[in-house]
């Protein structure tokens, strides 16, 4: 999974749209870009979006529900996980215990609709309130259904009451910098997924490559994309080339011909055990793994 697309859930022209984008999951989206009037639609519509989708071969399906302060995350689940998306996308998560409470109502509601349990995973949102961030560290061990942990900026610099969330030349400032690091902490912690933010200037491909680029290169294995024109950027971004799948396997093969080194030497490089657990999950994401 390289890319995440946003889709509004009551816009049944995008959802449709959405499945030839290329993107390897779609967010539905019941929160933020659904209006409090067409809530209702959203989830009607998700659900029969959802069930009428052959996910065979197609994008993985998520809903990103409202937060669970606000209310509305009962009717949200109620409305779509009888036709079993693959996953729910938390937003405002708070730790650990956010996503236990969640996966505590999704298990009710698969019961309720004879979806087999555990089918319904779940990617948290995790650094959108200051709460949520001194919280990273609680998601390791918080539910068998967490894949995946995100991050995002933008309710984040809202919370702070911040200018912007960015600097004049592009980049993060410093507090959703750290927000990104925790995230890629608390990810590797919990033995999940991490995930990067959008980048919210759809029209700026060089930017969005290099930020993509630069998550890469950190540890983030996907990006979400807030426009269908950010995809394909994203895919090659966040698709190993041809060149560092050979090395991957290069490095595994060296380590199985030798279980009794800890270190070896290729092409000049003395590698130890980290290089080897590196090219594993290199080697895990390719599609077929």
């Excluded at 779940?122 to 991050?151: D, K, N």
């Excluded at 610099?157 to 990104?180: K, V």
């Excluded at 060149?243 to 093969?253: C, E, L, N, T, W």
């Amino acid at each position: 999974m390289r890319s995440l697309l946003f889709v509004p859930g009551d816009d049944a022209r995008k959802l449709e749209k959405a499945l030839q984008s290329g993107a390897d999951a779609l967010i539905i989206d019941l929160e933020d870009s659904v209006a409090a009037e067409r809530k209702a639609l959203a989830r009607t519509l998700t659900r029969d979006f959802i069930a009428a989708s052959t996910k065979a071969g197609g994008p993985r399906l998520m809903v990103r529900v409202n937060g669970l302060a606000t209310g509305l995350t009962e009717a949200d689940l109620d409305g779509v996980i009888g036709a079993c998306p693959d996953a729910i996308v938390l937003p405002k998560a708070e730790g650990g215990i956010s996503v236990q409470h969640l996966g505590a109502k999704i298990a009710v509601r698969e019961a309720e609709s004879n979806v087999r349990d555990g089918a319904v995973r779940i990617l948290a949102i995790a650094t959108e309130t200051p709460r949520g961030v001194f919280q990273l560290g609680t998601y390791a061990g918080s539910s068998h259904r967490l894949m995946a942990l995100t991050w995002g900026g933008e309710d984040l610099s809202a919370e702070l009451g911040a200018e912007t969330n960015r600097l004049d030349d592009g980049s993060y400032a410093d507090p959703y910098r750290m927000a990104r690091a925790l995230t890629l902490m608390g990810a590797g912690a919990a033995g999940v997924d991490p995930v990067d933010s959008v980048f919210t200037s759809f029209r700026d491909m060089d930017g969005l490559r290099a930020e993509g680029e630069a998550a890469r290169r950190d540890g983030f294995v996907a990006k979400m994309a807030i426009h269908p024109a950010q995809v394909p950027v994203i895919n090659a971004v966040f698709t190993p080339s041809q060149a560092a799948i050979d090395k991957a396997r290069a490095i595994v093969a060296a380590f199985e011909a030798n279980p009794d080194l800890g270190v070896i030497g290729i092409d000049g490089e003395m590698l130890d055990l980290p290089h080897l657990k590196r090219a594993r999950r290199l080697l895990a994401r390719l599609p077929g793994s």
